[in-house]
Nanobody, 121 residues
């Protein structure tokens, strides 16, 4: 089994900061990419940022310059530092991890339970 445990969401005023964490545990052989998605009410889930095993990053245009994704490979943990938050960032944020559970490298996507981020104006 694989578990993803997220933390760090909450309520913050516009202009504030939050740091999300997601730790993967269980039967994990190797992790490929890790990332964060978000879903606002009435909208589709969208990519916020992702990071490869080699440290390459990709950001949504809305996140560039404000958010920073990082990972700790030894701890199988991914972080999202969010600065200069705006009300439009309000959403449920989901951690995504693409990993293989055995040496037969077959990658599958796993999702966290979601953490609420609310930015007040």
């Amino acid at each position: 089994q694989v578990q993803l445990v997220e933390s760090g969401g909450g309520l913050v005023q516009a202009g504030g900061s939050l740091r999300l964490s997601c730790a993967a545990s269980g039967r994990i052989f190797s992790i490929n990419s890790m990332g964060w998605y978000r879903q606002a009410p009435g909208k589709q889930r969208e990519l916020v940022a992702s990071i490869t095993s080699g440290g390459g990053t990709n950001y949504a245009d809305s996140a560039k310059g404000r958010f920073t994704i990082s990972r700790d490979n030894a701890q199988n943990t991914v972080y999202l530092q969010m600065n200069s938050l705006i009300p439009e960032d309000t959403a449920v944020y989901y951690c995504n991890v693409r990993l293989s559970r055995s040496s037969f490298i077959v990658y599958s996507d796993y999702w966290g339970q979601g953490t609420q981020v609310t930015v007040s104006s």
